[in-house]
């Protein structure tokens, strides 16, 4: 048998390998991810999880939103008319863009201080800091587990600009947000401070503390534009938000599904978003008193230190309270070694369950999630190559079989 046909046999027929938002396959239990406001009615009484408030005041918000642009009344009644604020993603409708950088939305700043908020430890290293940093947008940016938001800092960009370009930021909050009112957002955001780079906007003698008090005066500077910015907040302070925006990162609807997140520094933002959901929220709570969610979620974090580890205190938790359904497996580089002598990384520490995660990958069920740093996916390659050879298969291959049926979602930068 051809490589490619062997995994897609192994993997079942592309589209086919998930229940996909819309799919006719029966199931019990209630989706993962809310119906939009179109199927609702279709979904009978499999109400949503993920984003239901958030999208039941999506409608209401691309309307308004359209409405402004003289264009609501068209928009709502006919179906045929392409909506605004509004992206179909496998039959269902997603919150999409509903601010543009030239319109966007005026929120504040909830929660920004160094201590408790802040989510790292000095360790020596310029850029050491990394913030969890919460929004109010008063229920008028919805979005779902997985999307990103823009931030638009007042400047002055790399070639004076202001206000500065857009920046993405990963959502890690869940729909509800951390109060579950539907009305904030948070991000992980880390600091950019380059000392003596190649780029510099502060010369020497001009670096002044920043709000966790570390400056480099004798030094040439580079302070990255947006992060600084919003590391730097202070509630009750404005910030100009676009978006939502992403679609690539979305939970399955699947109740079973099983989710093996792998992340690489802030690249943890949209796994704490799901893990909210799944874990935490009163959204993702079932009538029995357990979880809607009913798969395995395990998650592989990677930092250079182990005052790095964002989010170890909820991890840590989430092991304790559901030990049958979270793993939890992290990899400081600059601390810890495999048992060869080799730094570890993210794809070492999987090397290490490697047969357990090649099963678990075989599973139709199993959706993998990677974000953050570029250099993970050659790591997975490294790590599942010599597994997939011992099963007559290429690695690549496999992956992207798995990627044509939506269960290898990848985000990198
Ligand atoms: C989809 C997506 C999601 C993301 N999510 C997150 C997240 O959750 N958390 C997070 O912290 N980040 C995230 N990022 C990264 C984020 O968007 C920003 O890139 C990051 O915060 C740095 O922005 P900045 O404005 O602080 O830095 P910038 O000012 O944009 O500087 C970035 C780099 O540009 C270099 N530079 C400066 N001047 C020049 C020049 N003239 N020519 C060339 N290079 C120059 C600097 O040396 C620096 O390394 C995400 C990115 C994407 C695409
Ligand atoms: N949605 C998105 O696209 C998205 C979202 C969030 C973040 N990001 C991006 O993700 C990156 C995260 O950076 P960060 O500064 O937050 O991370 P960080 O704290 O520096 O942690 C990154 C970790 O990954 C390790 N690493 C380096 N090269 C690796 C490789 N090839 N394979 C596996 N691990 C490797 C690093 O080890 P050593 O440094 O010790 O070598 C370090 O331990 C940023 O570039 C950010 O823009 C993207």
New binding site residues.
Partial sequence: MAQSTAVAALLGAAGTAFIAPGSTRPSTAPALRGASPVDAGAQGSSAGLAGTAALASLAGVAMAAAAGRKAGATSCRAAAVKKKGVKVVHGKEIPWNLFSPKAPYQGKVVENDFHPQTLTQPTGDANWETTHVTFDHGGKVPYIEGQ?IGVI?PGPD?KGEQPAKI????I?SSAVGDDQTSKTVS????R?V?VD???ANREKGQDKPDKAGTAYPDNKV?R?????HTCDMTPGDEVLITGPT?AEMLLPTDPEANIIMLATG?GI?PMRSYLRLLFHDKAGASSDGGRKFKGIAWLFMGVPYSKSLLYDDEHQAYTKAFPDQFRYDYAVSREQKNAAGQKMYIQTKMAEYAEELWELMQDEKTHVYMCGLKGMESGMAECFGPIAEKNGLVWTEFAKAMKKADRYHV?V?
Avoid: D
């Fill in positions: 990103s800092a790399k920046r993405l930021y990963s890690a991000l992980c955001v880390k950019v380059e780079g190649t780029h580079y990255g534009v947006c992060s600084n992403g802030t933002a985000e930068y």
